[in-house]
């Protein structure tokens, strides 16, 4: 078959293949299109978003069936402000009036003015209501005088720790996020010269081993723990740093966007789309296409190697500048980068990295009876077991005899997602990945049998077997299979200490010249601000590379030094 070269629609101007139209696709997408680039985004599915896909049944329920928490909402804005040769790659990533006292709007429409031409952004509280096994709960809302009251109600002897924590959160997330949050890490240098830092404020120990030292009150470890989970990471291994997290939503709050993630998604499409750029679906990519600098094939690890386009399934070959991933970095290497041009990334450095857990997810639909479920928009229900039960999932990669698990009932916000008189939900289990050898055709079922079980016979949804009217659910093997995430994980690579900063798959290849990375499995990390991060980043680095903004120094993102 013969190649296509993507013409760009000026003649000097570079063309861009993305492959992979999630958050982190979309996103780089219209960032390249401000800079001047001609982009097509290649998408194997038949619609937009990738993990954030979201599924419509022919009964008249609406799943998101991926991310639905949104925090940083100026991120959201600041992609929506872009336009064609407006970059907006040296503007201040943190702006002054989104650190102002008042920047989390805590009623009515959060959004910006121009994400609000675009959907409708609402705020969430509480940002979650987390349960404990014993039937009490704790309403995390980011509020300090609540959260104190909370605290006096449930473990009195924890207030003078909650404090400490507060300020040592506060301190990591100004270091951590404000400062360091858009620094690539491309070099052991840049790695080494914020590490005092990080030691300096005990962000390097795990998150578990942090918290506990500020609570005493096994309930509290669990709530200033647990977010983590939501990006793939392991509270009981995860540096310290995460507890920015916790920061990071009290000071912009979370929201929902009406009609569901995916609304937000079909707006990044349509942005995208204003500023010139194409989107291909069903159109899944075989491989690169990687020669040296007179245009040959690669035949050893040696030498210089450049992208040059890739190679549909079908067998179509599409030739440009400049080649980035939005797909799953393992996946990335193993089956797309043709091995002889892989030194650094391996097929034993990706197959050694530790990937993240993966999930089981039941979408469901059921009646609503009249009474109020109890439930709020986010819910977290944690199990008998915290530590066990994490260690089952991450470290022994089996099926325990409980489970915890984040319920999402969109419906209590916007009923629009279902019939009416019905509510639309999903919940979301932690499971392991792939690696564990476990046969999902069999325990899929038992498992979504079980925890719709106890959804009902512990009183979430009274009555739930009754009231169905609508369940289906995906396992590892849709990570692995339908998103083509190696081992089926449903993150990315395990966001461990070992796996962060310099030590997390690069956003500039090492192995080819002209092939990024961007979403994920990149830097900073998992979760839909740092995956809008990691596309500012990525941005960053092309446009130096190819002498758009010559202002953009060193790694073309933030000097780690700063």
């Not at 959060?110 to 987390?130: A, C, E, M, W």
């Given at each position: 078959?013969?190649p ?5 629609t000026?003649?000097?101007?570079k063309?861009?293949?993305?492959i ?8 780089l997408g ?14 194997r599915l038949?619609g ?8 419509r ?9 991926g991310p ?7 991120f ?6 872009l336009?064609?040769?407006?970059a ?8 002054a ?16 003015p ?10 969430i509280l ?6 404990f ?13 609540n ?6 109600a449930l473990?009195p002897?924890?207030?003078?720790g909650?404090e ?16 360091l ?8 240098g840049s ?7 990080l ?5 390097v120990?795990?998150?578990f081993?942090?918290?506990s ?7 509290l470890?669990?709530v200033?723990?647990?977010?983590t989970?939501?990006v793939g990471g ?5 540096p310290a ?7 990071v ?15 937000l ?21 075989d ?7 007179r ?9 210089r190697?450049?992208a040059?386009?890739?190679r ?12 980035v991933?939005n ?7 193993l ?15 990706v197959?050694?990295a530790?990937q ?12 609503k ?6 439930l ?16 089952e ?8 005899q ?7 009932v ?5 009923p ?13 289990i932690p499971?392991p990945h ?5 046969d ?6 038992r ?23 609508h ?5 590892p093997d849709?990570?692995?299979g339908?998103?083509?995430?190696y ?5 990315g ?21 002209n092939?990024?990375l ?15 991060m ?29």
């Amino acid at each position: 078959m013969t190649p296509t070269t993507l013409s760009p629609t000026h003649p000097r101007r570079k063309t861009a293949v993305i492959i992979g139209a999630g958050f982190g696709g979309l996103s780089l997408g219209i960032r390249l299109q401000s800079l001047g680039f001609d982009t097509t985004i290649l998408e194997r599915l038949d619609g937009p978003g990738g993990r954030a896909y979201q599924k419509r049944t022919p009964d008249g329920y609406v799943f998101d069936m991926g991310p639905t928490v949104i925090t940083v909402p100026h991120f959201i804005e600041e992609l929506f402000a872009l336009e064609r040769g407006a970059a907006g790659l040296t503007t201040p990533d943190y702006p002054a009036q989104v650190l102002a006292p008042n920047a989390r709007i805590k009623a009515g429409d959060s959004g910006g003015p121009r994400t609000r031409d675009y959907v409708k952004l609402v705020p969430i509280l509480p940002f979650y209501r987390i349960y404990f096994d014993d039937g009490t709960f704790f309403d995390y809302d980011g509020d300090p005088e609540n959260t104190r009251r909370q605290i006096l109600a449930l473990a009195p002897d924890d207030l003078a720790g909650y404090e400490r924590f507060h300020a040592d959160a506060q301190a990591i997330f100004e270091r951590g996020f404000l400062e360091l949050g858009y620094t690539h890490f491309g070099d052991m240098g840049s790695m080494w010269r914020v590490v005092p830092d990080l030691l300096k404020l005990d962000a390097v120990r795990t998150l578990f081993s942090f918290t506990s030292k500020y609570f005493a009150s096994p309930k509290l470890r669990q709530v200033f723990s647990f977010e983590t989970l939501l990006v793939g990471g392991n509270p009981l291994s995860v540096p310290a740093i995460y507890a920015m997290i916790h920061f990071v939503e009290k000071t912009w709050g979370i929201h929902y966007v009406m009609g569901g993630t995916g609304a937000l998604v079909r707006a990044f499409v349509q942005k995208f789309e204003e500023l010139g750029g194409q989107i291909r679906y069903g159109a899944g990519v075989d491989e690169l296409l990687v020669t040296d600098d007179r245009g040959r094939p690669v035949r050893r690890p040696l030498g210089r190697r450049v992208a040059r386009g890739v190679r549909l399934e079908s067998g179509e070959a599409l030739h440009a500048d400049l080649v980035v991933s939005n797909g799953d970095w393992a996946n990335t290497y193993l089956k797309r980068v043709p091995a002889p041009a892989r030194l650094v990334n391996s097929d034993l450095r990706v197959k050694a990295a530790r990937q993240s857990m993966s999930l089981v997810v039941i979408y469901f639909g059921f009646r609503k009876d009249g009474e109020d479920l109890g439930l709020r928009h986010h819910n977290i229900i944690l199990g008998p077991r915290y530590e066990a039960l994490l260690t089952e999932i991450f470290g022994r990669k089996v099926l325990g005899q409980d489970f915890s698990q984040y319920l999402h009932v969109p419906t209590l916000t916007d009923p629009s997602l279902a019939p009416e008189g019905h509510h639309a939900a999903y919940t979301l289990i932690p499971v392991p990945h792939n690696g564990s050898g476990l046969d999902w055709s069999v325990e899929g079922p038992r498992l979504v049998d079980r925890v719709l079980t106890f959804l009902d016979e512990r009183g979430y949804i009274p009555g739930l077997r009754g009231r169905l009217t609508h369940q289906e659910f995906i396992t590892p093997d849709y990570f692995e299979g339908t998103l083509d995430s190696y081992l089926g994980n449903a993150f990315g690579p395990e966001p461990r200490l070992t796996q962060s900063a310099f030590f997390r798959p690069h956003n500039r290849s090492e192995d080819v010249k002209n092939l990024y990375l961007v979403g994920a499995g990149a830097q900073p990390g998992g979760g839909t601000p740092s995956v809008m991060m990691s596309a500012k980043m990525t941005a960053r680095l092309i446009a130096q590379d190819f002498g758009l903004h010559p202002d953009l120094l060193g790694e073309g993102v933030k000097s780690a030094a700063d």
